[in-house]
């Protein structure tokens, strides 16, 4: 990239860096130091508000950068993401916003310790809620990485290395500082403008080609390398028994995993009422639709205008599909408007980045605070010490999180977060279910759902070709893979309904009835919802 892009991009970049950071201080002024304000914001957002915040919080580096990409390099079954992910918020809309609201106080252990013994609970449920964080988060600082390297002209691995640690610096600010009241505010104006950055690439798609779907689509296929096949099913999940089994785990982790990521189910805590936190949700709905449809647009755009081969060349994992883009609707190389355009785009997926790694650390250090290391202090000593240990959290967990991601530059963005998502299906959303609707559950059921789900999704990863025995591996270098699949959704969901059964059924402790009652009527009247 020319100096132009360089300077104007980076000018973008510290420019919502001080905007965010203002956010931040004036937020950590407001600030009264107890747990509702840290994890909660104070539970003051509107429907709306929250809403934006969602969004903002979901529609991460993996949306803008791995999903487009994804459609630019394999055209049909690249859809499949952003369909997947767009029909999971009917799960969260139907069966998870109002009851989840109703229920908790800060965490997903707290809707499963309401009728639990609690101490075993939540350190299965903080545990498995801080692994769906961390992989969450390194597929967000591998966007930013991806993202630093396109605009230097993707040589300089050092400079990769430092943008991903100052995206985990900053991340730790975010919340230490400013914790959920900043991170929120921070989410709705990334939201604002990932939005607007969308609608205006996808106008200029479909200008360039007179609005005529049909000539996209079909300028897409000729510039994509595989023929007609790059509009049919099949061209990266439909190779062998192999590729199709990935689909159907790829699939099940996609719509099952959204109702158990941590960070999205601590929104539902910043609105005072359940009826809010479900108003919430059909906001988050309307701006999330709107957005994967256009990402579908800047997809076969990209395909089209950049052509696969070019996209490829920049970043085998397609990560760099949209700014490409927005290079070529500007004018191109070396043009005023290509420059600008470019440096706009990269600024909003780097803000896309900041704000959704807020928002992971946020949760993920609240269920180290509240979950693990809550349930081994007496509870009169714990509202002042949690949010000390949040803010120690969230510097441990952006020190992790760097680690991993300086491991996995070369993974595309959206299929790291569709590890996350088979790993919060696998271990949160069978006890989740479990506890909101079955009589019978037991505790030592919930711990073993967790396990039985949690266990096996990190296990079968290790084991699959992510990690080793595959070019694009994380360990190109060494074979010790056996597990055939890159995501182990297929598997491990499964495991997780069944471990939690299992141990329901084998329990020497009867299921407490009167709690069950209780929790069935708080959560769906709201009656004592905190």
């Known amino acids: 990239m020319s100096g132009d892009h360089q300077t104007l991009a980076l000018l973008l970049f510290s420019a919502f860096v001080v905007l965010t950071l203002g956010i931040t201080t004036w937020a950590g002024r407001k600030r009264h130091g107890s747990a509702e304000e840290f994890y909660a914001g104070g539970r003051l957002f509107s429907p709306m508000e929250n809403g934006f915040a969602i969004a903002g919080d979901y529609m991460s580096a993996a949306s803008f950068l791995g999903i487009s990409g994804l459609i630019a390099l394999f055209g049909y079954d690249g859809m499949l993401y952003s369909v997947g992910f767009l029909v999971a918020w ?67 691995e050092a400079a990769r290395t430092w943008t991903v640690i100052g995206v985990g610096a900053l991340m730790v600010v975010y919340v230490s500082l400013g914790g959920m009241r900043a991170t929120t505010w921070i989410q709705i104006v990334k939201a604002v403008l990932l939005m607007a950055g969308a609608i205006t690439l996808t106008v200029l798609v479909l200008v360039r080609f007179q609005g005529d779907v049909n000539d996209l689509l079909n300028t897409a296929v000729a510039h994509s390398g595989h023929g007609a096949e790059f509009l049919s099913p099949g061209l990266k999940y439909g190779g062998d028994w192999t590729a199709r089994f990935d689909f159907i785990s790829l699939g099940l982790a996609l719509v099952l995993g959204t109702a158990g990521l941590p960070h999205i189910l601590s929104r539902f805590y910043t609105v005072p009422t359940a009826r809010a936190a479900r108003r919430s949700v059909v906001w988050s709905i309307g701006l999330i639709g709107g957005f994967y449809l256009m990402t579908i647009v800047l997809g076969f755009g990209a395909a089209a205008l ?37 440096a706009v785009v990269a600024a909003i997926a780097f803000a896309t980045i900041l704000a959704v790694v807020a928002g992971i650390t946020l949760a993920s250090s609240a269920s180290v605070a509240h979950d693990l290391y809550a349930s081994l202090r007496r509870k009169h000593a714990r509202q002042r010490s949690e949010v000390a240990v949040a803010r120690v959290a969230a510097a441990g967990i952006g020190a992790v999180a760097i680690a991993l991601s300086l491991l996995a530059q070369d993974l595309n963005v959206a299929f790291l977060v569709g590890l996350a998502f088979a790993v919060a299906a696998s271990a949160n959303l069978p006890v989740l279910l ?6 019978k559950f037991t505790t030592r059921g919930a711990v073993w759902s967790v396990y039985g789900g949690l266990v096996p999704a990190i296990v ?23 597990f055939p699949l890159q995501n182990p959704g297929v598997v491990s969901i499964p495991l997780g309904f069944l471990a939690g059964w299992i141990g329901t059924v084998l329990s020497s402790e009867p299921a407490d009835e009167a709690k069950h009652a209780e929790t069935e009527v708080r959560s769906l009247t709201g009656a004592g919802a905190v």
């Open 90 to 156: 009917l799960v969260v809309l139907f069966l998870i916003a109002e009851l989840v609201r109703n229920c908790g106080r800060f965490t997903l252990a707290d809707v499963v310790a309401a009728r639990m013994r609690e101490r075993p609970v939540r350190i299965a449920a903080g545990t498995s809620s801080v692994a769906v964080s961390v992989l969450y988060l390194v597929a967000q600082m591998v966007g930013a990485g991806s993202l630093v390297a396109l605009l230097l002209g993707g040589t300089s």
């Open 306 to 342: 950049v052509g696969s081969d070019a996209v490829r060349a920049s970043n085998a994992a397609g990560n760099t599909a949209v700014p490409l883009l927005a290079l070529d609707l500007g004018g191109g190389a070396g043009s005023t408007g290509g420059t600008v355009l470019f």
């Open 434 to 439: 479990y506890s909101l609707f079955w009589r």
């Open 460 to 482: 079968l990863v290790a084991l699959s070709p992510v990690v080793s025995g595959s070019p694009e591996a994380i360990f190109p270098g060494v074979d010790f893979h056996v």
